[in-house]
T-cell receptor, first 112, second 113 residues
Framework: DSGVTQTPKHLITATGQRVTLRCSPR?????VYWYQQSLDQGLQFLIQ???????AKGNILERFSAQQFPDLHSELNLSSLELGDSALYFC???????????FGPGTRLLVL | DQQVKQNSPSLSVQEGRISILNCDYT??????FLWYKKYPAEGPTFLIS?????DKNEDGRFTVFLNKSAKHLSLHIVPSQPGDSAVYFC????????????FGTGTRLKVLA
C-alpha cells in the first residue's frame, strides 16, 4: 500500500459526459501528479501540483483540468469525454518535487 | 516523439536466471532515471533509481546500469523469482525546474518456475 488513495476505482460513462477523479496523497506529501495510461501505452504525464499551485504541465488536453485543494487532495476533471479517453488514470505523490513518486492504484475509466 | 523507449514489450526468463530489461532514451538532458514495477490492478511501485553522475546502482537482487554515451540503461534482476513477474517501466527526468518524468511503454517480465 503506497498510501495514495484514488476514487473511484472504476468508472463507466458515455461520450460527451464529464467525470471527476479524486486523489489523496500520502500524508505529508505536497506534490501530486496525474498520469494517463492508455492500452499498451506508457504512462503519459498530465499535470503536477505542488501545495495547491500548478507546477508542471504535460500532455493534458484542454478538455481536462485539475486542481489541488488546501487539504492537498487533488481532483482531475475530464469533460466532453470521447471514446479515446478510456484509460487508466494514475495519481502519484511525492514530498515536494523531483523525488520518487508513489502511485495510487488508479481509476479505470471506460467511455462508451 | 517517444523520448524513453522500451523496445521489448515482453520477456520470459527461467526462475533463478538473470533478467535484463533495457531502456533507451533520446534526451541528453535527462539527469535521473528510475525503474518502476507494476502488478495488475495496482499502481506502479518504485524499484530502483540512478543519477546521471553514476553508472551503476545496486539494491539487493536489482542492479541498474547507465551508459550515458549510448543513452541506455538496463535493469538486471539476479536471481529472478516468480514474484518478479510484472510490467517494468523505466522513467527519466529532464533537467528543468519542473521535475517532469517521462515513462517508457513498459516490458512485461514473466519468470517461469
Amino acid at each position: 500500500d503506497s498510501g495514495v488513495t484514488q476514487t473511484p476505482k472504476h468508472l463507466i460513462t458515455a461520450t460527451g459526459q464529464r467525470v471527476t477523479l479524486r486523489c489523496s496523497p500520502r500524508s505529508g506529501d505536497l506534490s501530486v501528479y496525474w498520469y494517463q495510461q492508455s492500452l499498451d501505452q506508457g504512462l503519459q504525464f498530465l499535470i503536477q501540483y505542488y501545495n495547491g499551485e500548478e507546477r508542471a504541465k504535460g500532455n493534458i488536453l484542454e478538455r481536462f483540468s485539475a486542481q489541488q485543494f488546501p487539504d492537498l487532495h487533488s481532483e482531475l476533471n475530464l469533460s466532453s469525454l470521447e471514446l479515446g479517453d478510456s484509460a487508466l488514470y494514475f495519481c502519484a505523490s511525492s514530498p515536494s518535487g523531483g523525488e520518487t513518486q508513489y502511485f495510487g492504484p488508479g481509476t479505470r475509466l471506460l467511455v462508451l | 516523439d517517444q523520448q524513453v523507449k522500451q523496445n521489448s514489450p515482453s520477456l520470459s526468463v527461467q526462475e533463478g536466471r538473470i533478467s535484463i530489461l533495457n531502456c533507451d532514451y533520446t534526451n541528453s538532458m535527462f539527469d535521473y532515471f528510475l525503474w518502476y514495477k507494476k502488478y495488475p490492478a495496482e499502481g506502479p511501485t518504485f524499484l530502483i533509481s540512478i543519477s546521471s553522475i553514476k553508472d551503476k546502482n545496486e539494491d539487493g537482487r536489482f542492479t541498474v546500469f547507465l551508459n550515458k554515451s549510448a543513452k541506455h540503461l538496463s535493469l538486471h534482476i539476479v536471481p529472478s523469482q516468480p514474484g518478479d513477474s510484472a510490467v517494468y517501466f523505466c522513467a527519466a527526468r529532464r533537467t528543468s525546474g519542473t521535475y517532469k518524468y517521462i515513462f517508457g511503454t513498459g516490458t512485461r517480465l514473466k519468470v517461469l518456475a
